[in-house]
């Protein structure tokens, strides 16, 4: 059975960080490529960050380019994304997905964990 288990949301003021983890289980991670999406509040799935199955290529959107970083550890099978100079615009629900269908098949991606920040 996969699973990915997100954790580390929570609630900041504006600049402030994150490191949020999303430990995973059920499928060969090392050979997987993996994304980092969020979902605000009556708004759709965006796409924040991917990371190649080794590690050695990340892609970031525009809007957390600079901002954001991603990163895994193979041998802990975990996805980490580190937020630095949060804005309110970022408070959404983060969820970890190791498939593309992520905005359409709950199970591409995990239960989340929300952040939330404001002054």
């Known amino acids: 059975e996969v699973q990915l288990v997100e954790s580390g949301g929570g609630s900041v003021q504006p600049g402030g960080s994150l490191r949020l983890s999303c430990e995973t289980s059920?499928?060969?991670?090392?050979?997987?490529?993996m994304f980092w999406v969020r979902q605000a509040p009556g708004k759709r799935f965006e796409w924040v960050s991917s990371i190649s199955n080794d590690g050695s290529q990340t892609y970031y959107a525009d809007s957390v380019k600079g901002r954001f970083t991603i990163s895994r550890d193979n041998a802990k099978s975990t996805v980490y994304l580190t937020l630095n100079s949060l804005k309110t615009e970022d408070t959404a629900m983060y969820y970890c997905?190791?498939?593309?269908?992520?905005?359409?098949?709950?199970?591409?991606r995990g239960q989340g964990t929300q952040v939330t920040v404001s002054s």
């Open positions: 997905a190791y498939r593309g269908d992520y905005d359409s098949n709950p199970e591409s």
């Open positions: 059920g499928f060969t991670f090392r050979k997987i490529a």
